[in-house]
């Protein structure tokens, strides 16, 4: 089933009547109304036509454009202080075994944040996996 759910550019999934009825075939008591669909026109008007009082589906919500999205989301992400306080260069460079790989790691890092540019949001997307990270280089 995950594999033919649709997820936009905001991270949102859409599902197709077919998806609703696989699901609901899988489990008949699964709450449909917490989804969103690609078109509601044919469903909303059968339940008119028929009285039928069964929950309302979706569609996806409006939104503002991606970049304003993305900077609303940003400035609400939380992140304990000392992630945003990290040198992820030294961060990564300490990870490293041997002179090759702190050569790599200097070559990317520097690549990546010259093509982006390291903002915030760069800066919380490398904060929020350090301690994931971090913790697998410990176990």
Not at 97 to 119: F, I, W
Request: with cysteine; aromatic share 12%; hydrophobic share 30%.
């Amino acid at each position: 089933m995950a594999e033919k759910i649709k997820i936009n550019e905001y991270g949102d999934c859409t599902f197709t009547e077919q998806d609703a009825i696989d699901l609901l075939y899988n489990n008949p008591e699964f709450d449909i109304s917490k989804l969103f669909f690609d078109d509601v026109e044919k469903y909303t008007s059968s339940l008119k036509e028929l009285g039928l009082d069964l929950p309302t589906i979706n569609t996806l919500p409006g939104r503002e454009t991606l970049s304003e999205f993305d900077n609303k989301n940003i400035n609400d992400w939380h992140m304990p202080e000392k992630y945003y306080q990290i040198n992820v260069l030294q961060w990564l460079l300490d990870k490293c075994q041997n002179d090759e790989e702190k050569m790599r790691v200097q070559t990317e890092y520097h690549s990546k944040s010259e093509q982006r540019g390291m903002g915030s949001w760069q800066r919380i997307e490398c904060g929020k996996f350090l301690p994931f990270l971090d913790r697998c280089t410990q176990d």
